[in-house]
């Protein structure tokens, strides 16, 4: 029999080699490809266990093939919950079960219907959507008045989309309802032409109406009706007025242009530069947000009037102007009413006695707003005065500019809280539709008027299948739609499900737990803090991410995956890992499968949920074995093989390899000493004799530490030193001849030894026994 060391070595120095000899074998060359070609096909534990071929595949891989016949027990394994620490395979001390677990995942994740990203993104694209409201009346009001000043008829302005969208929102006309013609009709009308549309069509319409509105609210007054007469009669009651105030914006739009009997116009005649500014004000104030836009206009009117004022009632008759100085002066309380304003403006700040000083108590804006004017106690002006200077009008606008959206921001933090106390309890998207919180919010945040989107096209959207390029949401062709449905997590069936990760929940876990261990295995307590701040951030923040791009700006998330999948960080570049990601990982001859660590950037790829595009892909959830699973499957099943292989010639070849590839992932002495076949290799490189394994535990682990350095392990030269012992030493055990060449390169530089004190023990333990 040629020596174990030879047989290990012809095996180890090329391992790649080794494994594709192999995976060349008939026999695991078609039970491989019917593993890959069958299990995806697998949804269901029940499924996965019938297929004896996948499943004692799948056993094999991961050294159980012990246990192929335990279905029971392996149930139990395969459902388990791996984020319950409590679970059954969590709780069994061999860990091959629960890495047998992690690739073979039944749970699809915790159902949310929102993670902390969505929750992020979807309360800043509402922030946004805010700010867009002013950004859009400036340029769409920049956009009108240039092109109004072209259009030489009203089918021109009618047939452009963005003309006639702001006219329609400037004269609360109904994008959805209105008619043509009639519009044609209104714009070609003169309020001066006795047979003109407005004067022969809308006005005795609108004095029809408001007779009939007034008759339906004499007959409610006088009383003596039944329910659904009362009903009835508040509901036409109702139509009247709505139709009433239709046909009066459209008289207000006639009046707005000067087109001719015909429709046609000279160019730049079709609004007066008073029509035009006043339509501009109208579109502005048709947002119910006071924007940057409003505010200015409110600026522009109060400057101009306020010259104009010289009594107190003047001042607080104007609603603008009222409301101006409310604003300006934080005094929008509802406990603040015109009598309030008008007694503060006559106040005297110096006289202790003043209503600003007794009813008001001093307070700052009483007083900051009595200064601001120059009213007499009578709330009229000295002569010579005038209501405000210029320095104090600039006062009032500087505390205008900086308090007018004030209200709307109160607004939007209390729609915000709402948003996310209602969101925080919904489980289903009849929940989403039914809930206003929700739906407006939702649908103002990715740009949608929830006034006029349909709940039924919502509901088919937010259940459209993402990973299906042919679901409903992308037919529409509209990426706002697409936007909301990846902002939820709801399934097909309309109820709120695993959310669409960089990494699954497990895996996150996985990731950072095993970072943890890597980094303080070996190391101090502070390693140990350290390394657990690391893998929290880790698990707060890859949670976020949504791109391969976002994931490799991160350097800290980045170090981290590396470090838990055993690669060295050192030296490895963005751009190498974009050629990592995008790899073939079935093609021998790509950049991921040319590294010496292969295995370890397969583990790491196969661990993200990136597409070919680098954008999180939605998993899923049907398949039975995760994506890494079935690498690491596929990748263990070779090397498992192998070694059995290597051992039916020579048991110590078998345990050398296996030593070789589990060597690296010990914490401890109990590690090694909980699994036999690691343990006899150490046996054996320290010549203990049986009785060692009968030893107290802590008294064999005592041993181990003192005499190996589980750090070494790490150390590619230190392991082949180590073997090399191993291997002379088995053969010595076994009576295999051993070249005196191989028992020098053993010993050559060796430490390796056990004490006399642990002879003693043995020795006692031997004769005890």
Known sequence: MVSTYLDYNLIARDMKVSLKRVSEQTVVARDMQYYKENIGNVSSVDAFLDDYRLYSYAMTAFGLGDMIDSVAFMRKVLESDLSDASSFA??????????????????????????????????????????????????????????????????QLLNNDRLRAYVFTAYGIDES????????????????????????????????????????????????????????LTRNITTYANSIATLNNYLDLAAAFDFDSDGAVTAGAAQTAENKDATNELYVYSNSRVTQQAALLNKAYFEEKIETITTVDELVSDTRLYGYIRTAFDLTGVTVVSATIKNILTSDPDDPDSYVNTVGGGDENYIALAGAFNFEEDGTLADGDSAQTSAQTTLTSNRYLTRYNDEDDEADEAAISAYKAAVAGMTSVDE????????????????????TASARTIKRVLTSDL?????????????????????????TDGEIGAPALAQSETQIQETAKNYIVIKSRFGSEEDRTAAEEEG??????????SSLDEFLADSRLVTIALEANG???????????????????????????EQENSAAYVSLVTSFNFDSEGNVLREDQDAIVTRQGLYETLDQYLRQTLEEQAGEDNEGVRLALYFERKA??????????????????????????DEFSSMDIDQQAKIVEKNL?????????????????????????????????????????????????????????RMGG
């Open 90 to 155: 969590n709780n069994l001390t061999d860990d091959r079960y629960r890495e047998f677990a992690l690739a073979y995942s039944f749970s699809g994740g915790t159902a949310v219907s929102q993670t902390e990203a969505q929750l992020d993104e979807i309360i800043g694209l509402y922030d946004t959507s805010i700010l867009n409201i002013a950004e859009t009346q400036k340029e769409e009001t920049r956009y009108y008045n240039i092109m109004i000043d072209k259009i030489t008829s009203v089918d």
């Open 177 to 232: 309802t209105y008619s043509r013609q009639t519009l044609r009709n209104v714009l070609s009308s003169s309020s001066d032409d006795a047979s003109s549309y407005e004067n022969t069509v809308i006005a005795p319409q609108i004095t029809s109406l408001e007779a009939a509105k007034a008759e339906a609210q004499s007959k409610l007054a006088a009383g003596g009706l039944t329910d659904a007469e009362e009903t009835e």
């Open 432 to 451: 989403f539709i039914n809930s206003a919180s929700i739906y407006d919010f939702a649908l103002q945040a990715v740009g949608l008027d929830p006034d």
């Open 467 to 491: 990973t299906d390029a042919e679901s409903y949401v992308y037919t529409l062709k509209d990426g706002r739609y697409v936007t909301l449905a990846k902002l939820f997590n709801f399934t």
């Open 536 to 545: 929290e951030y880790y698990t707060a923040e890859v949670a976020k991410i």
């Open 567 to 593: 690669i060295d960080p050192e030296g490895v570049t963005s751009d190498f890992l974009r050629d990592i990601f995008a790899s073939d990982l079935d093609d021998p001859e790509s950049v991921i499968n």
């Open 664 to 689: 690296g992932s010990l914490v401890d002495a109990y590690d090694l000493l909980a699994d036999d076949a690691l343990a006899e290799v150490f046996r054996t490189i320290f010549s203990l004799p």
């Open 709 to 765: 350095d589980l750090e070494k392990l790490s150390d590619p030269a230190e392991l082949k030193k180590l073997l090399a012992r191993f291997a002379v030493l088995y053969d010595l055990e076994n009576n295999t001849e051993v070249d005196p060449a191989v028992i020098v390169l053993s010993s050559t530089g060796s430490s390796v030894g056990i004490s006399a004190d642990t002879l003693y023990t043995l020795s006692q333990l």
